[in-house]
T-cell receptor, first 115, second 118 residues
Framework: QQQVKQSPQSLIVQKGGISIINCAYE??????FPWYQQFPGKGPALLIA?????SEKKEGRFTISFNKSAKQFSLHIMDSQPGDSATYFC??????????????FGRGTQLTVWP | DGGITQSPKYLFRKEGQNVTLSCEQN?????MYWYRQDPGQGLRLIYY???????QKGDIAEGYSVSREKKESFPLTVTSAQKNPTAFYLC?????????????????FGPGTRLTVL
């Protein structure tokens, strides 16, 4: 059972456009929601993360929007660039029970930004 | 430089052989993790360890084994019981924090080992 559901599986965006990737969860114990970026043949790296006490977090061109009542969060990449072409993973962790001490990852979105 | 080392980058083995993947970190992190990555499957957790001499099964532990004798090292053995071992394996470490009010678990990943079983 996938604890974090991510869509779309792949995304093609024109340079300068906005890339949007969505994730949804059910477990209310989750309280930390990071996004990871992975380039081919490399390990993932943390891009940006949010906690449920805020509805939005922005770092440069990357923004997380968080909707606690809907149990959804999304990554927005403004002014998308070819260098943003990578696989993006959302994830979640919590502070009790089976959510403690580990991350649950979505299946990933392969983003291609063409010039 | 602090970081996570995985070796080798590419590994080939014959079917039926056990193989051990290396993971070393010098970040002084308490927790370490092993993931398997297959196309379209995301990152699936195999085993994780919060502290030396202790580890827990993840979501797909069958056919794998681990040990955690030192804080810096968390080797993964892919046994002959693993039915489909060909995959990209990623090791990670973190200092998970669960102090009130929220958890925090930034994981740092190694470069991965691509295992091919022939």
């Amino acid at each position: 059972q996938q604890q974090v559901k991510q869509s779309p599986q792949s995304l093609i965006v024109q340079k300068g456009g906005i890339s949007i990737i969505n994730c949804a969860y059910e477990n209310t114990a989750f309280d930390y929601f990071p996004w990871y970026q992975q380039f081919p043949g490399k390990g993932p790296a943390l891009l940006i993360a949010i906690r449920p006490d805020v509805s939005e977090k922005k770092e440069g061109r990357f923004t997380i929007s968080f909707n606690k009542s809907a149990k959804q969060f999304s990554l927005h990449i403004m002014d998308s660039q070819p260098g943003d072409s990578a696989t993006y993973f959302c994830a979640a962790s919590g502070n009790r029970g089976s959510t403690l001490g580990r991350l649950y990852f979505g299946r990933g979105t392969q983003l291609t930004v063409w010039p | 430089d602090g970081g996570i080392t995985q070796s080798p980058k590419y590994l080939f083995r014959k079917e039926g052989q056990n193989v051990t993947l290396s993971c070393e970190q010098n970040l002084n992190h308490d927790a370490m993790y092993w993931y398997r990555q297959d196309p379209g499957q995301g990152l699936r957790l195999i085993y994780y360890s919060q502290i030396v001499n202790d580890f827990q099964k993840g979501d797909i532990a069958e056919g794998y084994s681990v040990s955690r004798e030192k804080k810096e090292s968390f080797p993964l053995t892919v046994t002959s019981a693993q039915k489909n071992p060909t995959a990209f394996y990623l090791c990670a470490s973190s200092i998970p924090e669960t102090s009130s009010p929220y958890s925090y678990n930034e994981q740092f990943f190694g470069p991965g080992t691509r295992l091919t079983v022939l």
